[in-house]
């Protein structure tokens, strides 16, 4: 089953300063998206590409992460998908809970293609406690 890798664990494997030290859990989460990627499991969509680039520094920068990400594609994403979104961003606002539209988008990405998230936000085990959605876990991150 393919997992819908959220921007916070792209950002760490691929944004992160090559000299930057790792904490072990930080490790443990990058071995597990290496075996996800190596697997053929690790899901992109759209969104989560344009919040990659986005904020990159330089232009070799962009290039070169721009270059790694053209290894997968993006999943479809259709008309429903940003319905659901927007309902995913009502049902939680009506609980007392915020997000972003890029957060509901993926959950509502992950709700339609029966997907787990692989994430290190923290606002999605919120989003979890309302919405209909899989967190992906592995024994190895913590």
């Known amino acids: 089953m393919k997992v819908l890798v959220d921007t916070s664990v792209w950002s760490l494997a691929l944004r992160r300063p090559s000299n ?4 072990a859990e930080q490790q443990a989460f990058i071995h597990a998206l290496s075996e996800l990627v190596a697997d053929g499991r690790a899901a992109l969509i759209g969104p989560i590409r344009q919040e990659l680039l986005s904020g990159v520094k330089t232009v070799s920068q962009f290039e070169a992460l721009r270059q790694s990400l053209t290894a997968f594609d993006d999943l479809a994403l259709s008309m429903g998908t ?6 995913c961003f009502n049902t939680c606002r009506t609980k007392g809970v915020q997000g972003s539209n ?7 990405a992950a709700i339609q293609l029966q997907l787990p ?4 936000d923290l606002d999605f085990l919120r989003y979890q406690a309302h919405l209909p959605i899989t967190l992906f876990s592995d024994t190895k991150c913590g």
């Open 102 to 108: 890029t957060d509901f988008l993926i959950c509502a």
């Open 117 to 120: 998230i692989f994430t290190l």
């Open 82 to 87: 940003y319905d659901l979104a927007a309902e």
């Open 20 to 23: 930057a030290p790792l904490t």
